[in-house]
Every structure is written in C-alpha cells, then in structure tokens.
Nanobody
Framework: QVQLVESGGGLVQPGGSLRLSCSAS????????IAWFRQLPGKGRDWVSC???????YYTDSVKSRFTVTRDNAKNTVSLQMNSLEPEDTAVYYC????????????????????WGQGNQVTVSS
C-alpha cells in the first residue's frame, strides 16, 4: 500500500524555524519527485515547493530564500526546512507525489497529484 507519512510542524513564533519530514512506505522515494503544498482554512491546496529525483529544487516566490527542501534517499525521506517563518505561512502542509507528477518537477495544482500525506499543521503566532 502506497503511503506518505509526515512529521514535524507545530507552533512557532514569527521569525522561528520548523522542519517537516515526509517518509514513504510501500514504495521507494528515490524514483519520485516530491512536492509540498499548503492549505489555509476554506481554501484549496497551494503548491509550495518540489524536489526532483536528481535533487533539483523549486519554490514558490513567497518562500524562496526561507524554505529549503532536501531529500535523503537512504532514509527514504524528504524534508522541508522552514526558516524566518511568518504568520502568513500558517497552514496545513502536505507532501505529495505520484508517477505522473514525478516526470516533471514544476508548479502543480491539487488535482494534478494523486498521492498525499495526511497533512501537518504549522502555526506561526506570537
């Protein structure tokens, strides 16, 4: 059974840092690009970042220079390091992938992607 499991997240003050991790079961992450999305209450999921199978990284403009996505294939894990967090970063964060999405690491919409993690709340507040 294909499953993505996220960990990390929580509550942090503005300017602080958090790290999210995404691990896989039922398949090997080596052969998949991994995307991160986030969702505000009552909104759809917005694309945040993607890391290709080769380790190339892509970010939406609002998180560039603050977020870093990395992969550790030996641990079958992808991580999203989030620094200089702002209240506007408050959302539920999801990792996602599927075989078609993995062909090209680029901005996607929610409907483009089939495999999702359970989501993890990130709250930035003083």
């Amino acid at each position: 059974q294909v499953q993505l499991v996220e960990s990390g997240g929580g509550l942090v003050q503005p300017g602080g840092s958090l790290r999210l991790s995404c691990s896989a079961s039922g398949f090997t992450l080596d052969f998949f690009a991994i995307a991160w999305f986030r969702q505000l209450p009552g909104k759809g999921r917005d694309w945040v970042s993607c890391i290709s199978t080769e380790g190339n990284t892509y970010y939406t403009d609002s998180v560039k220079s603050r977020f870093t996505v990395t992969r550790d294939n030996a641990k079958n894990t992808v991580s999203l390091q989030m620094n200089s967090l702002e209240p506007e970063d408050t959302a539920v964060y999801y990792c996602a992938t599927d075989p078609i999405m993995s062909l090209e690491c680029r901005r996607r919409i929610q409907a483009d992607v089939d495999w999702w993690g359970q989501g993890n709340q990130v709250t930035v507040s003083s």
